[in-house]
T-cell receptor, first 114, second 116 residues
C-alpha cells in the first residue's frame, strides 16, 4: 500500500527565507512523486514531479525537490520565499498497479511573513 | 495545453435535489478521469476513477448510487450528486490523464457545492 506523510500542517517563514516542506512516502513499487500547490477555492497546480532519472527535480516558481530513496523522502525547497508563495502544498505519490492511483498527503499550509 | 475545466464553479441547492457537475478536458483526450472530494482545510480524497465507456470504480466508503459518474466521451465526465444533503457540501475536484504510462494528471479548478 502507498501512503504519504507531510510533516507539519503549518509552516511559517519570513519573506526571503528558505522554504522547506517535508514529505515522506511509502510505496511497495517504484513511486512517482509530485508536489502540487493549491490557492484558496482553486484546483491543484503541479509544481514539480519525479518519475525516473535525476533525483533533484526543479519545478516552477523556483521550487525544487530531491528524491531520496534511502530516506523515502521528497522534500520541497525554495531558497527565498515570496509573499505569493503563501498557499497550501500537497505531496502526492502515484502508482500504477492494476490501475492508476494517486495518494495525497494531508497538506501543508505555508505562511509568508513580511 | 492540458487544460481541464469544471462547470459549475459553485452551486447552491436545496436538500433532496440532485446536482450535476461536469468535467471537461479541453485540449486532450482523457481516457481516465478522477473525482476527488475535499473538505475544508483537508486533503483530497479520491472518490472514484472513471474510464471512458466503462463503469466507474468507486473507492471504499463512497456510495455509487449517491454519486453517479458518467464518462461518455474522451473529453467529458459528469458527477451527479443525487438527493443531496448538507453533509454532501464540499469542494469537488476532477482530474484527467491520457492513456499509457503517463503519470501526470491535470486538475480542474473545482466545484464548490453547498446544500441547504
Amino acid at each position: 500500500a502507498q501512503s504519504v506523510t507531510q510533516l507539519g500542517s503549518h509552516v511559517s517563514v519570513s519573506e526571503g527565507a528558505l522554504v522547506l516542506l517535508r514529505c515522506n512516502y511509502s510505496s511497495s513499487v517504484p513511486p512517482y512523486l509530485f508536489w502540487y500547490v493549491q490557492y484558496p477555492n482553486q484546483g491543484l497546480q503541479l509544481l514539480l514531479k519525479y518519475t525516473t532519472g535525476a533525483t533533484l527535480v526543479k519545478g516552477i516558481n523556483g521550487f525544487e525537490a530531491e528524491f531520496k530513496k534511502s530516506e523515502t523522502s521528497f522534500h520541497l525547497t525554495k531558497p527565498s520565499a515570496h509573499m505569493s508563495d503563501a498557499a497550501e502544498y500537497f505531496c502526492a505519490v502515484s502508482v500504477h498497479t492494476g490501475g492508476f492511483k494517486t495518494i495525497f498527503g494531508a497538506g501543508t499550509r505555508l505562511f509568508v511573513k513580511a | 495545453g492540458a487544460v481541464v475545466s469544471q462547470h459549475p464553479s459553485w452551486v447552491i441547492c436545496k436538500s433532496g435535489t440532485s446536482v450535476k457537475i461536469e468535467c471537461r478536458s479541453l485540449d486532450f483526450q482523457a481516457t481516465t478521469m478522477f473525482w476527488y472530494r475535499q473538505f475544508p482545510k483537508q486533503s483530497l480524497m479520491l472518490m472514484a476513477t472513471s474510464n471512458e465507456g466503462s463503469k466507474a470504480t468507486y473507492e471504499q466508503g463512497v456510495e455509487k448510487d449517491k454519486f453517479l459518474i458518467n464518462h461518455a466521451s474522451l473529453t467529458l465526465s459528469t458527477l451527479t450528486v443525487t438527493s443531496a444533503h448538507p453533509e454532501d457540501s464540499s469542494f469537488y475536484i476532477c482530474s484527467a490523464k491520457v492513456s499509457g504510462p503517463i503519470y501526470e494528471q491535470f486538475f480542474g479548478p473545482g466545484t464548490r457545492l453547498t446544500v441547504l
